[in-house]
């Protein structure tokens, strides 16, 4: 099966590098790189790696004139051509044999898509534990995303959802079903990996989760679709809609307000497994982005109506239409 690798990126040098170095180390023939590159102009060193990988059809390298980690994924999906499509983050590094633990998974049919094990550099240095079967809340929906432990997991099972950093699908996901990743995911979007995890969950496909398809999330502190300031309104708006706005589109009334409620419970006072600071003031500053992320949430509820969240995807389809249309010359 050929695997078509997915890297969208945003204002990275040096580390964008290296993972691309790190892929093309793979011992396996059988795949193609398609890099979706968010950033207008790199630097002089970064700008001529790229160059001359695509010179030599290494990679295929496109660039865009907008930025939408969602929309990047759509734009490769539409370009690739292999039966498995994963997605890896740009800034990560791979194992040998990673293209193969993800590509066997695919061998039974009930196999949707497959979840890695991400290693997260900052917490490498942690004191290690293991674990053998995730508890029966981490399958549900509601509050599931609070006991997904893609770290320390060492045994392969059934999960909830995947790490947009490393995740695999069957292309039959996008074709046969339709699914898109939604592009009203904004900022860091987010929980966009977790909304088409639950669309997934739709079609009885499964989504399997692989400990031995793993690699290192490196976790820049620059660049990458996302605010560099967590803590600036725009960042926290923005993360509390797009919670909500996975709750209000996959999820029923009892589902969401479980989901909510540990929304509240966890992001705004603080409690674990968030452990956040709880002071009085930051705990009101909290509830109100979590107050504006709810109702911008409902706008984009609303706006759902004639808005089916492909913003960048019409884009690029209407560009594409255009071009077909211009006459072209022959030689």
Known sequence: MLISVIIPTYQREAVLCGTIASLLEQDDSAYEVLIIDQQPRHEAQTQRYLEELAAIEKIRWYQVGWASLPGARNFGIRRSRGEIVL?????????????????????????????????????????????????????????????????????????????????????????????????????????????????????????????????????????????LDTRSPRYQITFYHNHFWLGIKNLTVIQCARFFAKLFDCHVLG????????????????????????????????????????????QDQAADANFSRQPHLHY
Request: charged share 25%; aromatic share 10%; glycine share 8%.
């Open 87 to 227: 997605f890896l983050d740009d800034d990560v590094i791979l194992p040998a044999g990673f293209l193969a633990a993800h590509r066997r998974n695919y061998d039974r049919a009930e196999v949707g898509a497959v979840a890695g094990r991400v290693f997260d550099r900052q917490k490498l240095a942690e004191a290690e534990f293991e674990i053998q079967d995730l508890p029966l809340e981490a399958i549900d929906p509601a509050i599931g995303w609070y006991s997904v432990d893609l770290v320390h997991t060492v045994k392969a099972q059934p999960v909830l959802t995947a790490r947009g950093c490393n995740m695999s699908f069957r292309r039959e996901v996008f074709t046969k079903f339709g699914l898109r990743f939604d592009e009203r995911f904004g900022g860091s979007a987010v929980r966009e990996e977790s909304d088409i995890c639950l669309q997934l969950r739709q079609t009885n496909l499964q989504i399997w989760y692989d400990p031995i398809a793993h690699l290192i999330h490196l976790g820049e502190e620059t660049g990458g679709c996302h605010e």
């Open 271 to 314: 409690r674990p497994p968030c452990n956040k600071s709880r002071s009085p003031f930051k705990t009101i500053v909290r509830a109100g982005f979590y107050l504006i992320g709810f109702a911008i949430a409902l706008q984009t509820k609303v706006r759902s109506i004639w808005d089916d969240g492909q913003i960048y995807s019409r």
